[in-house]
């Protein structure tokens, strides 16, 4: 057989890895920037207690987790009873509520129960803006220096505690 | 009915003040138009931030136009953007090792095309 005329069959398949690759790569999930960066500074006023602030240099010397979520974010109520079992292990969860009333946001947080170590408001997305946040919800691993570890876009699931934050977590404590 | 010289010449100083008010902002919408067309939502991504609806993309015009009128320049704007966002948001992606293939891939196809091309028509001509 006239090996010339494997050509285009050659080339299909080369196509067709390219083709494979890409599908199976998130186009929603964009890499941010900030990671390895410091975590951007602000100072927000808690979710209940307007005339208390936070910063994230309140949480220096901690790893911590900066949830950002929403009561109008359905995707939310998906991923929100693992942060009870992410608390539960001593790794603090800040709770940042973006775009948000603060009634309503404090409603969702009394009837799902609240697992944050602290929560706070940004009811602009100011502060979400700094952050590079384009999709509630989203999730930062911040370790003890204020340094951006991690990102994920999207709800938390089990599979991404486990394989990925739990373990970063426990290399950068050690 | 009398005008005197002075009551006319702050009548030409309002006229000449709103129509450079007006050439401004129209200078600055412009800038603006041009700039957002350039410019990827994250959200809608394939909508340009000039043409989507997404919450966000209202707020990064907002935070754009606030920017153009501090006096920031369009590199300014967007060290602002790639900053957060990631050169995802900008349309047109830099020059880097991981976008190599990207900008260069064109170039080595038309090269390999021509090569392919010459060895063909030198064979083909032979015969």
């Given at each position: 057989m006239n090996i010339r005329l494997l050509w285009p069959l050659g080339l299909f398949l080369i196509l067709l890895v390219f083709l494979v690759i890409g599908l199976q790569r998130d186009p929603r999930e964009i890499p941010s920037p900030l990671i390895g960066k410091e975590a951007p500074v602000f100072q927000l006023s808690r979710l209940?207690?307007?005339s208390q602030f936070f910063a994230p240099?309140?949480?220096?010397?901690k790893v911590w987790l900066l949830n950002v979520w929403a009561s109008?974010?359905?995707?939310c109520r998906a991923e929100h009873s693992l942060w009870f079992q992410v608390s539960k292990q001593g790794i603090p969860v800040v709770g940042l509520n973006y775009k948000d009333e603060q009634e309503q946001g404090l409603f969702w947080l009394r009837q799902w129960g609240d697992p944050y170590f602290v929560s706070i408001r940004d009811p602009e997305g100011v502060v979400g803006m700094e952050y590079g946040v384009?999709?509630?919800p989203e999730t930062f691993v911040v370790d003890q220096l204020g340094i951006i570890r991690y990102k994920h876009i999207g709800p938390m699931t089990q599979a991404v505690l486990n394989n990925m934050i739990f373990p970063l977590i426990e290399k950068l404590k050690s | 009915m009398k005008i005197n010289i002075s009551q006319l010449v702050q009548l030409l100083v309002m006229v000449c003040i709103s129509f450079s008010a007006v050439s401004e902002n129209s200078m600055y919408e412009a800038r603006i138009q041009v700039l957002l067309e350039d410019l990827r939502c994250p959200v809608c991504q394939n909508e340009s931030l000039a043409s989507s609806h997404a919450p966000l993309a209202y707020d990064l015009r907002k935070t754009i136009q606030a920017q153009i009128e501090q006096g920031k320049n369009d590199q300014q704007i967007l060290d602002f953007l790639i900053s957060r966002y990631?050169?995802?948001?900008?349309?047109q992606p830099p020059f880097k090792s991981t976008t190599f293939l990207l900008w260069m891939g064109p170039f080595v196809l038309l090269i390999a095309g021509g090569v392919g091309l010459f060895f063909y028509l030198k064979r083909k001509g032979k015969t």
């Open positions: 209940s207690e307007t240099k309140d949480m220096l010397g109008w974010c359905t995707a384009y999709g509630v | 990631g050169d995802f948001i900008y349309y």
